[in-house]
């Protein structure tokens, strides 16, 4: 064990199972509801409304989780970016994705317990986490309980353009998703980094 640093605790762990398989969920009903019609379902029409808005609304309750314990636990200094030099070392990190990898040069950013994050994973994580799943949580809702949204919005109504920011938002989540499980067998082996998630080890 004295190579490995316990990097993930137990509450990220089950954090972050619970809300890939919520997430999961949301894309497949999503998709049915997006492209439901009477001669195809993905889902079951109905189901697919339920598995949805339960599925959003349990997201949102564990992202409120896990604000409160990022802050309370320390884990939110992982997240925080600095200013000074910042860019450069998401280039430099960006250019190891592309090329260094492949050539089986050392990486610019290796992990430590005081750095969880390489500069570019860092920036994603804090879109993903304080920009696009706050964003997605608050139209979700707005459409859940469509009487609070304004009648006009931009020219359109005001369901259509809230229902328009969510779409994109969960395409764009949808996106990292798929990205984040690709780099995940970016590692010592394909496995590595998904057997970290279970024991908190890296």
């Known amino acids: 064990m004295k190579d490995q640093i316990y990097l993930y605790p137990l509450w990220?762990?089950?954090w972050h199972v619970v809300n890939a398989l919520l997430f999961i969920a949301?894309?497949?009903?999503g998709l049915s509801l997006q492209?439901?019609?009477n001669t195809f379902n993905l889902l079951p029409f109905d189901f697919a409304v339920s598995m949805h808005n339960i599925?959003?609304?349990?997201?949102?309750?564990?992202f409120v989780f896990f604000l409160f314990w990022n802050h309370f636990s320390g884990n939110g200094e992982h997240y925080r970016i600095k200013s000074k030099g910042y860019c450069a070392e998401v280039f430099r990190q960006f250019r190891y994705y592309a090329f260094g990898i492949f050539k089986n040069e050392k990486p610019p950013f290796p992990i430590t317990e005081e750095q969880k994050f390489n500069p570019l994973q860092k920036f994603t994580y804090v879109m993903v986490m304080y920009v696009l799943l706050p964003l997605i949580t608050l139209t979700g809702l707005g459409l859940f309980f469509p009487d609070i949204?304004?009648?006009?919005?931009?020219g359109t109504t005001g369901i259509h353009f809230v229902d328009l920011i969510h779409i994109v938002t969960g395409f764009l989540l949808s996106i990292?998703?798929?990205?984040?499980i690709y780099f995940c067998t970016i590692g010592r082996t394909c496995s590595a980094n998904f057997k970290s998630m279970i024991t908190g080890w890296h």
């Open 12 to 14: 990220i762990r089950i």
């Open 26 to 29: 949301l894309i497949f009903s």
């Open 35 to 37: 492209y439901s019609n």
């Open 55 to 62: 599925s959003g609304i349990t997201l949102s309750i564990a």
């Open 149 to 154: 949204l304004p009648d006009r919005m931009l």
């Open 176 to 180: 990292f998703m798929i990205i984040h």
